[in-house]
């Protein structure tokens, strides 16, 4: 794939590299038959499976095909050898919004058309269940008549991805344009915190700046909880407003996407695109058998109906690890001392969750957590899907308690690990905390993030 240029499955002729990310390598190239020229997107198969990456390709491939509209790059087609995965998407020739937007701030008119377009596209992708998680004018490329197209969705979600209240519970995103309850940690709606971003990538379009920023962080995430934000001299009173509807820090007061439209700034100029009518797709597979084709199976951790296992010894070095969606948010949470979360609880006594970052391989933290159960005498210890739960096999005061652990790859050599109390008493889980799991993990843990003090 390195040579200037190669035949791929005898159908796309692949040329220059276009760019390069941590999973995935991007080229130039053109179809044969048509001549018509392409991006594709390689990724290693085997890297793919390592670092659990399956269920998120399957997930992108499922959006891309539920999410077909004149303002959202077009996904062609899935393709894959036995080393490699390919997709086929459409070449957008104009580059980033954001390299527009670092020359300086956009005329009045050109801002608000590609906020019109964005808007477009985003409740393109929410009437079809997707929310974005991540946009940013870094994710939405200019085609050579300057129409607006938005990328990468890597970060989406899935409308039936939704937990038992919901909501949305992964912290994702780029710090400076995350909704203000992606941060509190409690879940979130996908649409709304979609549509506070738009807000930012507004603001950014109009002042040439953004409206949180500051080189402390902790500092930047106050001002995005309280929508501490300060205007231009040069925004008009129709724009002002329409932003502080946006940028709402209730989510549940926040203006809706059809408001948006309605806005008479939104309004000027607005030609509304139609997208084509897709038939709708299955809620568990969609039109993606060919990608779960692509990929070898893989066995299953769970038993014939679904429940998680006991795990034995030799399952350790088998734990399933996901790569880490590592962003800002972490970075400074790993320094000693911060806890982000704190910025927007009351009540610290109350927490049931902790993470700490880790040197040490998942198989021997996955050991402890066996060490800890058969000190305790009352867990067992079970695996499903990534997830390794210690499980009462007692009622306590309310319920069996419950803890479920996390391991979560950052590099080859460092590891993020999350517990969380999914069930049981506060008090239980305080006692069994500080007396087994607590001093069992200091062991294997090389920075707590702030969450061993509350305990």
């Known amino acids: 794939m390195d040579r200037k240029s190669t035949i791929l ?7 220059r590299m276009l760019g390069q990310g941590n999973f995935a390598k991007v080229y130039h190239a053109r179809n044969i038959k048509t001549g018509q020229s392409v991006a594709i997107k390689v990724f290693n198969k085997d890297m793919i499976m390592r670092v659990g990456l399956k269920e998120q390709i399957k997930r992108e491939i499922s959006v891309m095909r539920r999410v077909t509209h004149p303002n959202i790059v ?19 020739k104009g580059g980033e919004l954001f390299n527009k937007v670092s020359r300086g701030r956009l005329k009045e008119d050109v801002a608000r058309k590609y906020f019109q377009q964005l808007i477009e596209a985003v409740d393109h992708c929410h009437r079809r269940g997707v929310y974005h998680r ?16 938005v990328l990468d969705f890597g970060l989406s979600a899935l409308s039936e991805s939704k937990s038992t209240d919901g909501l949305l519970h992964t912290t994702c995103g780029t710090p400076a344009y995350v909704a203000p309850e992606v941060i509190k940690k409690k879940g979130y709606d996908g649409a709304m915190a979609d549509i506070w971003s738009c807000g930012v990538i507004l603001y950014v379009l109009l002042a040439g700046y953004l409206p949180f ?23 008009r009173p129709e724009v002002k407003r329409l932003l502080n509807r946006i940028l709402d820090p209730n989510p549940r007061t926040r203006i809706t996407i059809n408001k948006i439209m309605q806005n008479t700034w ?6 509304q695109i139609e997208g084509p009518q897709l038939p709708p797709l299955s809620p568990t597979r969609g039109d993606i058998s060919d990608v779960y084709n692509a990929f070898d199976d893989v066995s299953s951790p769970s038993s014939s109906n679904g429940t998680p296992r006991a795990m034995s010894a030799k399952d350790n070095e088998e734990y399933p690890m996901k790569p880490y969606c590592f962003n800002a948010f972490d970075i400074i949470s790993l320094s000693s001392g911060f806890d982000l979360s704190g910025l927007l609880e009351k009540d610290t006594n109350e927490r049931t969750h ?31 899907n990534g997830i390794v739960r210690l499980e009462g096999t007692e009622a306590g005061l309310n319920e069996q308690l419950s803890i479920d652990t996390e391991i979560f790859e950052v590099t080859s050599s460092l590891y993020i690990v999350e517990v969380n109390k999914i069930a049981g008493d506060i008090l239980e889980y305080r006692r069994f905390w500080n007396q087994f799991l607590k001093p069992a993990l200091d062991e294997i843990a090389w920075v707590w993030q702030g969450y061993e003090q509350y305990m």
């Not at 499955?9 to 040329?15: A, F, I, Q, R």
């Not at 996904?75 to 894959?80: D, I, Q, S």
């Open 134 to 149: 991540d946009l940013k004018p870094e994710n939405l490329l200019l085609e050579e008549n300057g129409n607006l197209k």
């Open 74 to 92: 077009e996904f062609y087609e899935v393709m894959a050898s036995k080393t490699k995965i390919y997709f086929a998407m459409e070449l957008v």
């Open 354 to 384: 902790a993470r700490f970052s880790t040197k040490r391989p998942p198989y021997i933290v996955v050991a402890k957590l066996q060490e800890v159960a058969q000190l305790d005498g009352r867990f067992k210890v079970m695996k499903q």
């Open 9 to 15: 499955m005898n159908k796309y002729e692949v040329g």
């Open 266 to 271: 939104f309004r000027k100029g607005y030609m």
């Open 213 to 235: 920023n500051d080189k402390n962080l902790m500092d930047m995430y106050k001002k995005i909880s309280k929508a501490d934000y300060k205007f231009p001299q040069w925004f």
